[in-house]
């Protein structure tokens, strides 16, 4: 089955710096890339996602990128604001029933 | 529209009780999801269902069953809790058709002592 890796587990920048958190897959045939974001205590909630056919999509401060030959995407975010901090988790899914394989979360700290 | 709503919000069990979580969900979504989330582990998939009376199993399927009589509900049953079962568990929704967005309800802590 599909395997998700993601990288760093936690994360650290100063308000206003960039955060970059990277995933790898397994599963060649994977052709949906969700990102969610977790709040202490809440539910995850979608951020931004990317299909297959798109080697990049932004929404704001926020953008991610899919390099489908080396089975890798990564979730930018530009101008870190506290709010920010959280728990950010990577998926991927090949259609199938729309099965989502997740990473295994980075903490991103936002820092004054 | 309440969304994806997952009763009950906190449960302690003692080993070797059962219990029945709900999950309902209001958006006439065909596929839901029951995960599990452990610390440093992200969340698991238990079981799933692409329609009413349909069930398939997900990565951590053992120690759990699940139903889905109605369309909008999803249960997930623990016939004899252990406490490798201490964990958080989200439900999820999603529309038919191509990979899309899933919805997860708030969330039920469970403490097996």
């Known amino acids: 089955g599909e395997n998700v890796e993601q990288h760093p587990s936690t994360l650290s920048v100063q308000e206003g710096d960039s955060a970059v958190i990277k995933c790898t897959y397994s599963?060649?045939?994977?052709?949906?890339f969700p990102w969610y974001k977790q709040e202490l205590g809440k539910r995850p909630q979608l951020i931004i996602d990317?299909?297959?056919?798109?080697g990049e999509k932004k929404d704001q401060r926020i953008a991610v990128t899919l390099n489908k030959t080396a089975k890798h995407f990564s979730l930018h975010i530009t101008e870190t604001q506290p709010e920010d901090s959280a728990v950010y988790f990577c998926?991927?899914?090949?259609?199938?029933?729309?099965?989502?394989?997740f990473g295994t979360g980075t903490r991103l700290q936002v820092t004054l | 529209n309440a969304g994806v709503t997952q009763t009950p919000k906190f449960r302690v069990l003692k080993t070797g009780q059962s219990m029945t979580l709900l999950c309902a969900q209001d958006?006439?979504?065909?596929?839901m999801y029951w995960y599990r989330q452990d610390p440093g582990m992200g969340l698991r998939l238990i079981h799933y269902?692409?329609?009413?009376?349909?069930?398939a199993k997900g990565e951590v399927p053992d120690g759990y069953n699940v139903s889905r009589l109605k369309k909008q509900n999803f249960l997930l049953g623990l016939e004899s809790a252990a406490p490798s079962q201490t964990s958080v568990y989200f439900c999820?929704?999603?529309?038919?058709?191509?990979?899309?967005?899933?919805?997860f309800g708030p969330g039920t802590r469970l403490t097996v002592t």
């Open positions: 958006m006439n979504h065909e596929y």
């Open positions: 599963d060649s045939a994977s052709n949906y």
């Open positions: 269902s692409v329609g009413e009376g349909t069930t």
């Open positions: 990317i299909r297959s056919n798109v």
């Open positions: 998926a991927a899914s090949t259609g199938t029933a729309s099965k989502l394989t």
């Open positions: 999820a929704s999603s529309i038919q058709g191509r990979s899309g967005e899933q919805y």
